[in-house]
């Protein structure tokens, strides 16, 4: 965390040396591009979503129905089978990042072997990098059908041939693995990073006390891993309502709805059937979920600060 | 002898992480590699001879040369603004004191956390009435939602870092506070500034609902040129995975370059 460190109290901090709009000059042009580019749209989006507001239909003029667009909305059951499914994908990917991401990271952490773990700890950045849009080009042709790579693995291991992109339940888990690939990197890194943070005597000590790994694990490394595990639940539940360019790029989707995670679905009938108010009270919803999300995250956080 | 079982389960274990990260990687550059017959061949094929064609095709095509170059532009450009726009306000939070100001910098910081999606609609409509559609500046803009947040919270914390007693010492000498921001803290913070300007640019060159749902012809991006190859019978996935390998090549060194702090750049500092 970076905490302020306390100011030493100078002479000068009951007259701190610059003028009482300073502040405000330094910050002007950064809040007013905030203003105009995230909190002016926000207000535009709110305000259309109580319209009638299809783009197709401009004659129809974009008249106010109140709140006819909510009640669509909370009542449409793909609206809940969209938002059950991204829960679905979160829980479905999240145990596997977190386990893998915590044996990637004690890997790492583990004494040793200098070169390897340094390029395998460099390699994890590989994945982060990667253009989300490139990661679903190459999903959809590792999981093809007929040429796909992953199918060949499979029957290395006797394993029968899986119809990954056109079954719901395949796309469903190309995507989950994809995803995987990407965020367990970051998972790994950010419990790396806990680990390091046990001060070295206290890992020693307990070394010797016990060549039991479960038990340094529980004990004493543990304990170092949880606020990070926090961190992971919270910016990787913000990604999954984020998540976009991935299967967008690899599914659309499809087939049918089986990966319509809660992004597809609003841009689906925003720029796809073009019912601008509808998905503008679904983006609405889906704010108020991230603000909830973020006040959370700044809460666990950022408590120190305040 | 349980010593060297436990450096052997470790070097297996480091390979499999290395095979696990590189693999997808490793895949998209081989089959870009390919010709046709050997990326349709089934099962797919370990080992072929390598051909250019694809690169070839694709550096002959104006329209991926033209979608990397407004990539390049917008990233560019976005990123410049960001650190022109930011830089001075994480100024005024490591360094000064004011009512509120916490809540500004959470207010900062969340941006990021919102879903595209949300900002994509409204400004969809409002880009389209004020002609902005299509144009570089509307994605220019459009991206400082994500990339002010990362140059605020990485700038800030860097700028803190900086002994304030330069700032006093160029204070009592009559510096104005500009002249102490642009001659001391500018240059002392480049560090802060060049991983955000790194990671600003990298999410940028990534980015693709924005570029997607806001452009059309005159200013597509590199990703949404790669995605427009995904439709016909048989798809050109030479092709595709040149275009996808051109794309992520320079993306990955920049990220290598900031490696040491990829997780603070993604986490927001939640971690250090």
């Not at chain 1, 109140?66 to 145990?95: A, C, H, S």
């Not at chain 1, 998972?187 to 010797?208: D, K, Q, Y």
């Not at chain 1, 976009?244 to 689906?268: H, N, V």
């Amino acid at each position: 965390m970076s905490a302020t460190s306390p100011t030493p109290s100078k002479p000068g901090r009951l007259n701190p040396g610059y003028g009482r709009w300073t502040p405000a000059l330094f910050l002007a042009p950064a809040v007013l591009a905030l203003l105009v580019i995230g909190i002016y749209p926000t207000i535009f989006a709110l305000v259309t979503s109580f319209r009638r507001y299809n783009i197709t239909r401009p004659r129809d003029g974009f008249p106010f129905i109140g709140i006819e667009n909510y009640q669509k909305v909370l009542t449409d059951q793909t609206f809940w089978d969209t938002l059950g499914l991204t829960f679905r994908f979160f829980l479905t990917v999240m145990p596997v990042q977190i386990l893998l991401g915590i044996v990637i990271a004690l890997l790492l952490h583990k004494p040793g072997l200098g070169l390897l773990r340094s390029l395998a700890r460099v390699s994890l950045v590989v994945p982060l990098a990667t253009t989300y849009a490139v990661v679903g080009l190459i999903g959809r042709l590792v999981f093809n059908g007929n040429f796909g790579v992953a199918n060949q693995m499979l029957g290395w291991f006797g394993l029968p041939p899986i119809d990954w992109l056109a079954s719901s339940g395949g796309a469903f888990a190309a995507i989950a693995i994809m995803d995987i690939w990407q965020w367990t990197p970051f998972c790994a890194l950010i419990f790396l990073a806990g680990l390091s943070m046990v001060p070295v005597e206290v890992e020693e000590a307990a070394r010797l006390e016990t060549s039991s790994k479960v038990a340094l694990l529980r004990y004493v490394q543990l304990p170092y891993l949880l606020p990070g595990l926090t961190a992971v639940l919270i910016l990787r539940s913000a990604d999954v309502l984020k998540l976009f360019d991935m299967i967008f790029t690899m599914t659309r989707g499809g087939p049918g709805t089986a990966t319509e995670l809660i992004s597809i679905y609003i841009q689906r009938v925003g720029f796809r059937v073009f019912d601008m108010g509808t998905a503008s009270a679904q983006a609405i919803l889906l704010l108020i979920l991230t603000i909830m999300l973020s006040r959370l995250y700044i809460r666990v956080f950022y408590r120190e600060i305040q | 002898m349980s010593m060297r079982f436990g450096r052997l389960i470790h070097f297996v274990g480091l390979l499999l992480v290395l095979a696990f990260t590189l693999f997808p990687f490793y895949w998209m550059v081989t089959s870009s590699l390919k010709d046709q017959s050997d990326l349709l061949a089934s099962p797919p094929v370990w080992l072929f001879t390598p051909t250019l064609d694809h690169y070839r095709e694709i550096f002959e095509d104006p329209k991926i040369i033209s979608s990397v170059m407004h990539s390049l532009i917008i990233a560019t450009s976005t990123t410049l603004l960001a650190i022109v726009l930011g830089a001075p306000a994480a100024y005024a939070l490591a360094r000064f004191e004011f009512r509120g100001k916490s809540d500004l910098w959470f207010w900062f910081i969340s941006n990021r956390m919102i879903s595209p999606i949300v900002l994509a609609l409204p400004v969809y409509l409002l880009a389209q009435t004020l002609g902005l559609l299509d144009t570089h500046l509307v994605l220019i803009l459009i991206y400082l939602t994500f990339n002010l947040p990362i140059v605020v919270w990485i700038c800030t914390d860097q700028f803190r870092s900086i002994p304030s007693e330069l700032e006093q010492a160029a204070r009592l000498d009559g510096a104005s506070q500009f002249l102490i921001f642009w001659r001391i803290y500018l240059p002392l913070g480049v560090p802060g500034i060049a991983v955000s300007a790194i990671f600003s640019f990298i999410f940028s060159w990534n980015e693709l609902l924005y570029a997607l749902v806001l452009t059309r012809r005159a200013v597509q991006t590199a990703p949404v040129a790669a995605t427009s190859f995904m439709s016909g019978y048989e798809l050109p996935w030479g092709k595709i995975m040149a275009t996808g390998s051109v794309i992520v090549l320079p993306v990955t060194i920049f990220a290598l370059l900031v490696s040491r702090h990829m997780v603070r750049g993604l986490t927001m500092g939640a971690t250090k």
